[in-house]
């Protein structure tokens, strides 16, 4: 079952702060970050793999929220090249099925 | 280098027949993937594997079939039975490190067209 993501879509200015929730209705031991650029393959940005734990790469951080199965993506004072459509996927703790939310489509403008 | 390869890039088929769309690695990766994107839909899995000859339906298996024979391919084939197969395919595979899954590579996808 595929994680829900929101918002679907989110336009900002350069400079300006998003989130991006992801949420799951299984326990989930695992939560996957991606950004995908138009007409290119996702690359990944990073995994949360303990209830709390945070992490950091440049100024994108996110939160895993284990108890309520929640996961958060922060964008912090975005660039021009933080735009492109970001997926939270979801592992399971007794096999390496890896599902994906449809995504949130981050549009950052001059 | 090392990475993972689909072909082809573009693919056409006529209705009712099948086809099989190539997934070939070369990190020694034990878990291998296959997903579907449509607009607005984002990445839907199809069927993963987490070793050479067996693998699990993900969440759209019906009108697909893989294999897992050797642990650097994993081919999807499109059957006749999918309704609706027009759609981008994206492979991924990814190493099981100490606590779950690691970060997984995407191929850079076969776009299947029915004509």
């Known amino acids: 079952q595929q994680p829900v993501q929101s918002p679907q879509a989110v336009i900002l200015r350069e400079g300006e702060d998003a989130v991006i929730n992801c949420s799951s209705s299984?326990?989930?031991?695992?939560v996957h970050w991606y950004r995908q650029k138009h007409g290119e393959a996702p690359v990944f940005l990073m995994i949360?793999?303990?209830?709390?734990e945070q992490k950091g790469h440049d100024k994108i951080s996110a939160s895993f929220n284990e108890k309520k199965q929640q996961s958060s993506l922060y964008l912090t004072a975005s660039q021009l090249s933080y735009s492109g459509t970001y997926f939270c996927?979801?592992?399971?703790?007794?096999?390496?099925?890896?599902?994906f939310g449809a995504g949130t489509t981050v549009t950052v403008r001059a | 280098d090392g990475g993972i390869t689909q072909s082809p890039k573009y693919l056409f088929r006529k209705e009712g027949q099948n086809v099989t769309l190539s997934c070939e690695q070369n990190?020694?990766?034990?878990?291998m993937y296959w997903y579907r994107q449509d607009p607005g839909q984002g990445l839907r899995l199809i069927y993963y594997s987490q070793i050479v000859n067996d693998f699990q339906k993900g969440d759209i298996a019906e009108g697909y079939s893989v294999s897992r024979e050797k642990k650097e391919s994993f081919p999807l084939t499109v059957t006749s039975a999918q309704k609706n197969p027009t759609a981008f395919y994206l492979c991924a595979s990814s190493i099981v490190a100490q606590g779950g899954l690691a970060e997984a590579f995407f191929g850079q996808g076969t776009r299947l067209t029915v004509v």
């Open positions: 949360l793999l303990k209830g709390g």
């Open positions: 299984k326990a989930l031991y695992s």
């Open positions: 996927g979801t592992g399971s703790t007794n096999d390496y099925k890896l599902s």
């Open positions: 990190l020694n990766h034990d878990a």
